[in-house]
């Protein structure tokens, strides 16, 4: 079956099931804070509560580029079995944590682990799928995400029903068991499977040393444009996963248990039609000019500029809920074709690596905004900070036309 033309999608089916617990596991606490701070007396700060929901973030950035280096040179499945195995015991054991510190660490360790994933994953769906199907196959297996993020959402409303601990330890269950299916039916990819897919684009195949790779990378102009593209649109990324529901509780006066689902299922909804129109639009435009997943992306980020000053300024349910389908759209469309950009620029045995870096980077400034809008809660301009996250969207997304030219075709 692996030989098959079906496994490539088959691929994507074991990985969209990683990506649902990937981010379900890590969203679900944005959500359960009101239930927590009951028994944790710190969390009713929302200052500390952006430092736990921040650790994580700083680690898992710090890890990622290490990650993607540990990716391009060791079997992907085992790393990917190891990383939900462990991400999935510290979920388990969140659910019998009794301190702020003991939250803490393991919200760290769950940023070692859950770093793993991604690299590993992208660059084994885009050594499975040619230019014909890559979009959309990544597309595809980014939905796992935002459904792992709508369904984390429900924590609050797990919590509020039995109790917080009982959420955690029974995401973590089901993470644990699913760690044996991919056991089973996932499969590595070859080197000597692997085929030239581009044109005018020599495809290395054999590994080179970190420094070098490293020199490859950062003396390229264009993995620099790539990387700022990526890293911006980050900011307002991680402030609507993490900071979304808290917004839609204060600017529509619902409490967290109602606010928590709407928020990430809006998100998650629209964010499912995105990556697939964005995918499927990708792949055909590409074929016939060189930039069509640079328009593609671009087209999406767009959409994320108005719907981001209307969710910080609405206060009523139409108006808040219509601009967070409307981000979510944009934003599944520009997260759809970060990697297939990438592969227009990035040799296969760098694409780990070099996504490694770029998620070490967005993460950072993810950090850095979870980190700023807690304090931006406490002191009551949560909704106004939201509003200015466009205009730096804008800066970047005029970058990345201007600059980023691709010379492979149909990679």
């Known amino acids: 079956m692996k030989n098959s033309k079906v496994y490539p999608w088959v691929v994507v089916a074991l990985l969209w099931g990683v990506a649902l617990l990937n981010y379900m596991d890590r969203q679900m606490l944005s959500t359960m804070r009101p239930s927590m701070q009951l028994d944790i007396e710190e969390l009713q700060s929302a200052a500390n509560f952006g430092y736990l929901m921040a650790i994580f973030l700083w680690i898992y950035g710090l890890m990622s580029p290490f990650a993607g280096i540990i990716a391009d040179r060791v079997n992907r499945k085992w790393l990917i079995v190891f990383s939900l195995l462990v991400w999935s015991g510290v979920t388990f054991a969140m659910g019998f944590a009794t301190t702020f510190d003991q939250l803490y660490w393991l919200r760290a360790v769950m940023g070692v682990s859950e770093a ?21 196959a990544v597309g595809i297996h980014m939905t796992g995400l935002y459904m792992g993020q709508a369904l984390g959402g429900f924590g609050a409303t ?11 330890q029974s995401f973590g269950l089901v993470g644990i068991s699913y ?38 990378l950062f003396t390229s102009f264009s993995f620099w444009i790539i990387l700022l593209y990526f890293a911006v649109p980050s900011l307002p990324g991680w402030a609507v996963k993490n900071w979304m529901p808290t917004l839609f509780a204060e600017n529509l006066s619902i409490d967290m248990a109602t606010a928590g689902p709407i928020a990430t299922i809006t998100i998650a909804v629209s964010s499912f039609f995105g990556v697939i129109v964005g ?75 070099a996504y490694g870096i770029m998620n070490m980077t967005g993460v950072f400034f993810g950090a850095w905004i979870t980190d700023w ?32 030219k691709p010379t492979v075709s149909k990679t």
Request: glycine content about 10%; overall charge positive; some cysteine.
């Open 158 to 168: 797990i919590a509020s029903t039995f109790s917080w601990h009982s959420a955690f």
């Open 179 to 216: 760690s044996f299916i991919l056991i089973f039916f996932l499969k590595e990819k070859n080197e000597n499977e692997k085929k030239p897919d581009v044109i005018g684009y020599v495809q290395a195949t054999v590994k080179t040393s970190v420094s070098k790779g490293f020199k490859l």
């Open 116 to 136: 793993l994933y991604i690299p590993a994953g992208l660059s084994l769906i885009a050594d499975y799928h040619s230019s014909t199907t890559r979009s959309l």
């Open 279 to 353: 995918g499927l639009m990708s792949d055909r435009w590409v074929q016939k000019n060189i930039r069509g997943r640079i328009y593609t992306s671009a087209l999406g980020l767009g959409l994320t500029i108005p719907a981001l000053i209307l969710i910080g300024s609405g206060h009523s349910m139409f108006n808040v809920i219509g601009a967070a389908f409307c981000f979510g759209f944009g934003y599944g469309m520009f997260d759809a074709n970060n990697m297939p950009i990438l592969c227009q620029f990035v040799a296969t045995n760098q694409r780990a690596t």
């Open 373 to 404: 809008l807690g304090k931006s809660t406490d002191a009551g301009h949560l909704g106004k900070d939201f509003t200015w996250l466009g205009s730096i969207v804008l800066v970047t997304l005029a970058i990345q036309l201007f600059f980023l």
